[in-house]
């Protein structure tokens, strides 16, 4: 091996380090690498990774001391347990003011601890957010890192080299402070799980209420993503339906089992939203969309015994205008998914002291990762405008389009109801329009009804203070009862 120092290492060689390692290579700062099974790392080097100017190492030791002061370690092993491993084998070897870099998708509790313990340590901690996927990883994805700023500084160079572009400058910022860049990529993730509940419901009405095929279905997406929703999971959308099964000729959408898996950093989104009182049901709908869709023998028995409307009284007239409206009905429902996100991200700025810039956010998810989409221009411009936004459907930049299109959103709703077809995400999305817009909600009859049951007081829009009423006379006999 050279003698010659590193000015970065990459820890992890499956599908996402060996591309990141590469992508890094490619911009001119060739990183040395290890993996825990040699033989990976040799298969790496002599294939994908032969005359980039990767140098190997067989012993975390050997890669360590490669490496030129301060170090500067990417992490790109499975998140978990895995991560807090392969630091406590680092702890030993590194110095004060050495960069460890966690590119995976780790829960930011876990980068709170561990950004904690390392400072304790004597060096950096940095949660990163990588997305984009293998492809993002190896020609540019959307970065986001969190952790001290002057940790930041010394990787500057390197993160902007290798993230996306968009017109709007290199995709990635200094998030904030601890776990904030794994934060707001699991929100990122979060967004990006509404968005394709928000699809694949679109297409689901497509293909049984308007009895279009995948192909034909394929077609629109494709004609849409010329157009106002034009966006990354818009354009592969149309390439997914339109691809041909080489084994049965058929689509091969028609033949991929309706069970959608999730790894978890859409359940982390919805959990937290509890956490901090931010709603996000859109997000939630989806979640708990593919959370049912993997329930598939239940599914089956209950289709049995449970019937939907009958064929005969479902009916539609102007399929060209209810794919009009399908099209401003998607389009009203992403702005309100990405406006939960955003509410969600603002929640966690104060919450947690991160001092979060929002139109940042929007600006470096313009390139490189899965939610990116024209769509990402006025939110980046609507936060500039006024960063203290209360709701983006409030923006100037989006209250007119919300007002037109939420009349095509209910009839599309109407539609798949009146088929029989399930619509959480959109049902959501007009329940979150319809809840922010009222000025009196029946939380006041719930109100009552907790300090019924259990004198849990309440408020009067009359006079000031905190109220509580006897609200029945207990006797001899005990409350009443009911039978």
């Not at 040699?38 to 990774?49: D, I, N, P, S, Y």
């Not at 890192?145 to 990635?172: F, N």
């Not at 982390?268 to 939203?273: A, D, E, L, R, Y």
């Not at 956490?275 to 289709?303: M, N, Q």
């Amino acid at each position: 091996m050279s003698t010659e120092k590193h000015h970065v290492g990459v820890i992890g060689l499956a599908v996402m380090g060996a591309n990141l390692a590469l992508n890094i290579a490619r911009n001119g700062f060739a990183p040395v690498v290890f993996n825990r099974t040699t033989a990976v790392t040799e298969e790496f080097l002599a294939g994908r990774a032969k005359d980039t100017g990767i140098v190997g190492t067989s012993t975390i030791e050997e890669f360590v001391s490669s490496l030129e002061r301060p170090r500067r370690i990417v992490l790109m092993v499975k998140a978990g347990a895995p991560v807090d491993t392969v630091l406590g084998e680092l702890a030993d070897l590194l110095d004060p003011g050495d960069i460890v870099i966690d590119g995976g998708n780790s829960l930011f509790t876990d980068t709170e601890r561990r950004s904690r313990e390392t400072e304790a340590q004597g060096f950096h901690f940095i949660g990163m957010g990588v997305s984009g996927g293998e492809e993002g990883a190896l020609w540019g994805p959307s970065l986001m890192p969190g952790g001290p700023k002057e940790a930041y500084d010394e990787l500057e160079d390197i993160l902007v080299a290798i993230s996306a572009k968009s017109d709007s400058g290199p995709c990635v910022t200094h998030i904030g402070p601890g776990g904030s860049g794994h934060y707001v990529k699991m929100v990122h993730n979060g967004i990006e799980y509404g968005d394709m509940q928000l699809i694949a419901e679109t297409y689901d009405i497509m293909r049984n209420a308007l009895g279009m095929s995948a192909l034909e279905i394929g077609d629109v997406f494709e004609r849409w993503n010329d157009g106002k929703l034009r966006s990354f999971l818009v354009e592969i959308t149309a390439k997914v339906l339109k691809h041909i099964d080489p084994l049965t000729g058929k689509p091969l959408v028609d033949v991929i089992a309706d069970q959608a898996a999730q790894k978890g950093t859409g359940r982390w989104t919805s959990q937290n939203s509890y956490e901090l009182g931010t709603p996000i049901p859109i997000i939630d709908a989806a979640v708990i969309a593919r959370s049912l869709s993997s329930f598939k023998e239940a599914r089956a028995e209950a289709s049995k015994l449970l019937h939907g409307p009958s064929p005969e009284n479902a009916s539609i007239q102007d399929r060209e205008g209810m794919i009009d409206a399908l099209e401003n009905a998607l389009y009203v429902a992403k702005i309100a998914s990405y406006a939960q996100g955003m509410n969600l991200l603002r929640a966690a700025s104060e919450t947690y002291n991160w001092n979060l810039n929002l139109s940042e956010l929007a600006r470096i998810w313009k390139a490189g990762c899965i939610i990116r989409a024209d769509l990402l221009d006025p939110i980046m411009k609507a936060y500039q405008d006024n960063p203290d936004l209360t709701n983006l459907m409030l923006s100037p930049l989006f209250a007119d389009d919300v007002n037109a299109s939420m009349p095509d959103l209910r009839a599309v709703l109407t539609t798949a109801i009146s088929f029989g077809i399930p619509v959480p995400a959109m049902s959501a999305a007009v329940s979150y329009f319809d809840t922010i817009r009222q000025t009196s909600l029946p939380a006041n009859l719930i109100q009552g009804q907790r300090d019924y049951f259990g004198a849990h007081t309440y408020q009067r829009t009359d006079r000031e203070g905190t109220f509580h009423t006897e609200w029945m006379e207990i006797g001899a006999s005990g409350p009443e009862t009911l039978h």
